[in-house]
Each structure stands twice: as structure tokens, then as C-alpha cells.
């Protein structure tokens, strides 16, 4: 599967963004997605992730509560709403897919576990 990720910009502290990554191919409901995010000098970490119907989510903390992801398996797309945005969500968001089987949404937070990867959409965030 190929992911293409859009919707990045530049925004003020407190604005909303919605990302977007739309994948190629006929097997994207086969796939647990996540969004990951790397800052400048920092290792790329966990953001949200969601199950193949779209009925379970998963969200880092420090996201928890601001951001939801969703996808609609008809169109080939997930999504990230980012509300109440903060300067320290300023970095590259990456999209990735995951085809394995018998994990737990909790374990599906890790870089190695996603075979798939888009090319990252810059997210800037002002104070």
C-alpha cells in the first residue's frame, strides 16, 4: 500500500488542523493505520492509531482528548482532527500502515510494528 499524507501548515496556538492520508490500493481495510509525529532532533513517536473498522481508537496522552483519528475504508482515507493545538505538536506527522494480525490497540504503538509509511506533512504551531 501507498499513503500520501496532506494537510499540514502553519497555525496558531489553540487552532485546529485536519490531516489527511489517502492509500492506494484495494486491501486498505486489511490495515490498522496510525499517525505518528518526529519533532526537529527528536525520535518519532506514537500519535493515534485505529483498527481495521474504524472502531477502536488509540491515543498517546499527550494527545488524548485534543486529536481524533478516523478513516473511511470506502474512500481509502484516515484522518487526524487536531484541535486546541499547542507549539510542542509542531513536527512532521507521518501516516503508517500496519497489516498485522493479533495485536492489541494498545500494543500498536510502536514504529516496528507499521510496514507502510507516508511522506510526512509538516504541522507548525505558533505561540
Known amino acids: 500500500v501507498q499513503l500520501q499524507a496532506s494537510g499540514g501548515g502553519l497555525v496558531q496556538s489553540g487552532d485546529s488542523l485536519r490531516l489527511s492520508c489517502a492509500a492506494s490500493?484495494?486491501?486498505?481495510?486489511?490495515?490498522?493505520m496510525g499517525w505518528f509525529r518526529q519533532a526537529p532532533g527528536k525520535e518519532r513517536e506514537f500519535v493515534a492509531s485505529?483498527?481495521?473498522?474504524?472502531?477502536?481508537?488509540y491515543y498517546a496522552d499527550s494527545v488524548k482528548g485534543r486529536f481524533t483519528i478516523s478513516r473511511d475504508n470506502a474512500k481509502n482515507t484516515v484522518a487526524l482532527q487536531m484541535n486546541s493545538l499547542k507549539p510542542e505538536d509542531t513536527a512532521v506527522y507521518y501516516c503508517?500502515?500496519?497489516?498485522?494480525?493479533?495485536?492489541?490497540?494498545?500494543?500498536?504503538?510502536?514504529?516496528?510494528?507499521?510496514?507502510?509509511w507516508g511522506q510526512g506533512t509538516l504541522v507548525t504551531v505558533s505561540s
Open positions: 490500493g484495494r486491501t486498505f481495510s486489511s490495515y490498522v
Open positions: 485505529i483498527n481495521r473498522s474504524g472502531s477502536l481508537t
Open positions: 503508517a500502515a500496519s497489516p498485522r494480525l493479533g495485536y492489541t490497540m494498545g500494543t500498536m504503538t510502536v514504529t516496528t510494528k507499521y510496514d507502510y
